[in-house]
């Protein structure tokens, strides 16, 4: 049971509705349980939605399949059933079993630093932040570096409000010691 019942959007007032309507058209897909649960602050739904600009930047940076595998890792990492069961539903549509996939070593490299900015609480040893600077522009470190401290955050507050998962993330939901947190 969630600690906040995510806003009905039938019941929801008229300027939240615009803002949901303007999200979906521009970004596609439905309310799930974690934007419907934001909604009940703008303020709050418009700032964490931000990371959706991010996302679609760093789709274009590294690629879909890529961004969706260390979005799994960071949030295995941060122990979010909710992200974890989003990001291996997302996967499996383009075939892909995290567990079994072979990443190549910057992806393995990228995770890895996902997952250190994650247990570190971003204070991650200079050896791979420099690794990373091998691969990226500090342009493109920012938009990642700010990409990952979205994706925690809103993996955070879902874990904070015991979100619950949508029916359709079901058969995606495993026990942690099913998953795949890879460490380089």
């Not at 349980?33 to 909604?39: D, G, H, M, N, R």
């Not at 920012?142 to 990952?148: C, G, V």
Request: contains cysteine.
């Amino acid at each position: 049971m969630p600690r906040i019942q995510p806003i009905d959007p039938a019941q929801c007032p008229p300027s939240v509705k615009v803002v949901l309507h303007r999200h979906i058209k521009e970004f596609g897909g439905h309310l799930d349980q974690t934007k419907a649960s934001l909604a009940h602050s703008l303020p709050a739904f418009e700032s964490y939605m931000g990371y959706c600009d991010l996302f679609r930047e760093l789709t274009l940076l590294i690629g879909e399949k890529e961004l969706l595998y260390y979005s799994h890792q960071v949030s295995i990492a941060t122990e979010s059933p909710v992200a974890i069961a989003r990001f291996r539903k997302r996967l499996a549509e383009l075939d892909i079993d995290p567990r079994t996939w072979k990443a190549d070593e910057k992806l393995d490299q990228l995770a890895f630093f996902g997952t250190c900015v994650v247990k570190n609480k971003g204070r991650i040893a200079d050896h791979i932040f420099r690794r990373m600077e091998s691969y990226y522009s500090t342009d493109q470190l920012i938009l990642l570096i700010a990409y990952t401290g979205q994706l925690i955050a809103m993996n955070v507050f879902d874990n904070v409000i015991e979100t619950e998962p949508d029916s359709y993330l079901q058969p995606y939901l495993k026990p942690a010691s099913e998953l795949c947190l890879k460490i380089v």
